[in-house]
């Protein structure tokens, strides 16, 4: 029994050590794009081609080269070019290419939102990788905001998590790609300053959601946040450990955190693009690095896709970077509530209670309802240190709201009513939908506690409502506060055209950096 013991102990010492070493192996960069005027003389390519056969001047510069044989291949597939649709031709004599992967472009005097241009470039680049393995340059002839636009989609729908893959056949990543357009100079300028931080932002986010935990926990979580940050300017870094969390009356995330060998942590981003002295937007994200339920464990199936519930911490982060790459003219702040729930001799007891950062003491009954613990303790940080001029948190909360919403919109709650209409617009826009559920007296006097103030779970009435209620009671009525529940939406196993690979959908980034970018940037 003793030798077993040892062993086993030898095993967990030895698994440590493994993976506090792979944790500090540097992150892959994110694809970089490039522009060019010149199309290739070799090879494949990918062309844009509008409907009824209507070839740009980079087709039309092709077509004119093989005496029309571009054209009359089109005309013999029918191919009808409806937006991202595609097909692989053979290449004509006298271009020098092998093969054209025609792609949709839809009719080109019909409107087309950003975000359709963007889904457009996702699309073509997944079609390239399917038919060549590597994407070969892609050919654009459409506005310059247009094909900014594509090469956008292009970027984020050849993201592929498959840094732990060792088959090269099965490896999809793409260190670079190519877009040619007539107008490169003007594309790139867009691109570069508008587009790329986003895209890189959300490249980093989905990287971070999709590790698994075992080298993405508390405190490297940090440590990789705080490489990324490193190059940016205007950005402060603060980082509160379990010390400083017992310092300062945080026993909400502490509690949490103290079942786990992994600490927890906050940290904290401060963006200073705006004003001196204008108060900041303050973005909370729920970090739980992995979530066994704690001592009210979780059932087994699915166990696994609980490295993502730190989704709502990566994308706060993420939209940090977003704002800062791209100089916005704002202030604002991330803060990553982080910690790992495990059911640890020293873990937290449904019927404990603990106390929290606002003075407001909290009745544990269920250790599995431990996001809103974290957010508890670093909401009401953000609220009382920054007096914040708009206050968000982003959480992967209730499975309440997955079975309400889907995977179609993530849950908008608040006590603010004025501060819909602006989020709903921005997620159309974006594409990161949201929808608004209630958010009413009742659900906050649900969470009433005849030991404590509040109770943490199992709640009369709506789940979803009374989670947010319980995150409510931590922000001061005043304060412009909004809600997230991103549980639907923040990762998924189905591919789509701005994300290949199964896994972190990195939502929240977009829809936030649009929100700034239109509500606080262009008034």
């Known amino acids: 029994m003793i030798r077993r013991f040892t062993l086993y102990m030898l095993c967990l010492a ?45 087709g039309q510069e092709i077509d004119a080269n093989a005496d029309g044989a571009l054209t009359r291949a089109i005309e013999a597939l029918e191919f009808e070019a409806e937006a991202s649709t595609s097909q692989l031709v053979a290449a004509p004599r006298g271009s020098g290419l092998q093969r054209i992967l025609l792609v949709g472009l839809g009719e080109r005097l019909a409107p087309k939102s950003a975000l359709e241009w963007q889904t457009i470039g ?240 909290i009745e544990i009954r269920n250790t599995d309802a431990e996001g809103r613990l974290v957010l508890a303790d670093a909401i009401h940080y953000g609220d009382i240190t920054y007096d914040p001029v708009l206050l968000v948190d982003l959480a992967t909360l209730t499975g309440s709201a997955a079975r309400a919403l889907g995977n179609n919109y993530a849950a908008l709650l608040t006590r603010h009513d004025e501060l819909v209409p602006d989020f709903l617009a921005a997620g159309e826009l974006s594409g990161d939908r949201v929808w608004e559920m209630p958010l009413d007296d009742e659900h906050f006097e649900a969470i009433e506690s005849n030991v404590a103030d509040v109770i943490n779970s199992g709640a009369e009435g709506p789940g979803l409502s009374t989670a947010a209620a319980f995150i409510g009671t931590f922000v001061r009525e005043q304060t412009p506060w909004v809600h997230f529940d991103i549980a639907g939406v923040a990762y998924s196993d189905e591919p789509a055209p701005l994300k290949a690979s199964p896994g972190s959908t990195s939502f929240g980034v977009r829809l936030l950096d649009t929100y700034i970018r239109e509500r606080f940037e262009t008034h």
């Open 122 to 361: 996702g699309n073509a680049v997944q079609a390239a990788i399917a038919a060549f393995k590597t994407a070969p340059p892609l050919a654009f002839d459409a506005p310059a905001d247009n094909t900014a636009d594509l090469a956008f989609g292009a970027k984020l729908g050849s993201y592929y998590f498959d840094r732990y893959i060792t088959d090269g056949e099965r490896i999809r990543s793409q260190g670079e790609l190519t877009v040619v357009t007539s107008a490169a100079d003007a594309v790139q300028d867009i691109y570069r300053q508008a587009l790329d931080p986003v895209a890189d932002a959300m490249w980093l986010t989905r990287d971070a959601s999709n590790e698994p935990a075992n080298l993405l926990y508390p405190e490297s979580f940090v440590a990789t946040w705080q490489g990324h940050f490193k190059a940016l300017d205007r950005v402060k870094l603060r980082v509160l450990d379990e010390r400083d969390m017992r310092k300062q009356g945080m026993g909400a995330i502490y509690g949490v955190g103290q079942g786990s060998a992994r600490p927890p942590r906050i940290l904290i981003v401060e963006y200073s693009g705006g004003r001196a002295g204008d108060a900041p937007i303050v973005i909370v994200g729920k970090g739980i690095t992995f979530d066994t339920g704690g001592i009210s464990i979780k059932s087994a199936k699915n166990l696994w896709n609980m490295k993502f519930d730190m989704s709502g911490a990566a994308s706060t982060m993420g939209t940090l970077y977003a704002l800062a790459a791209r100089g916005a003219r704002v202030n604002a702040v991330g803060i990553a509530a982080l910690a790992e729930n495990m059911p640890g001799s020293n873990a937290q007891r449904p019927g404990d209670i603990v106390s929290t950062l606002s003075g407001k003491q």
């Open 14 to 58: 030895l698994a440590g050590v493994h993976g506090h070493a792979a944790a500090e192996q540097p992150t892959r960069p994110p694809t970089t794009v490039v522009f060019t005027a010149d199309l290739p003389t070799e090879g494949s390519l990918v062309l844009g081609v509008f409907a009824g056969n209507e070839l740009g001047p980079l």
